[in-house]
């Protein structure tokens, strides 16, 4: 049901924790069903050099979790942009249907934590114009098997 990459980043998972005076942190999540995601960002000249998380929630979460933060770290604040939850779930060799909320999470967790910073530092980020940070990725209208 589940692939390797999920198995392995759920057992050991990269990046758990928190960053102190983070530049961005972003929260996403229900606690309704279970999942909540919270991701923190070091940002320096536009780069993210560094990223954490902590997640409450299932094996899937946890993993997406784990893969969003490998994915991102180093990456640009454009780049990070651009990771979208079937970047996730693609990344971790798939999900399983009902678990793709999970990479949905991740993909907002990265754009809140995102939003977190443009807020703090006055910067504008192109994609992040009509972003809700309080959006339920369950009631996401993209959650698609692939």
Do not use: W
């Not at 780069?47 to 770290?73: H, L, N, Q, R, W």
């Not at 399983?96 to 754009?111: D, F, G, R, Y």
């Amino acid at each position: 049901m589940y692939s390797e990459k999920v198995m392995e980043h759920f057992r050991n998972p990269r990046n758990v924790g928190e960053i102190e005076n983070a530049d961005g942190i972003g929260e996403v999540g229900n606690p309704r069903c279970g999942d909540i995601m919270k991701m923190y960002l070091k940002i320096e000249d536009g780069v993210i050099v560094d990223v954490k998380f902590k997640t409450f929630g299932c094996g899937s979460a946890i993993a997406s979790s784990s893969m969003a933060t490998e994915i991102i770290k180093g990456k640009t604040i454009e780049e990070a942009m651009e990771v979208t939850n079937k970047a996730v779930a693609e990344a971790l060799d798939g999900l399983p249907p009902i678990k793709m909320h999970c990479s949905v999470l991740a993909e907002q967790a990265i754009k809140a934590a995102l939003f977190d910073y443009s807020k703090k530092n006055n910067v504008q980020i192109k994609g992040l114009e009509d972003f809700d940070p309080t959006e339920d990725p369950h009631d996401h209208h993209e959650l698609k098997e692939f």
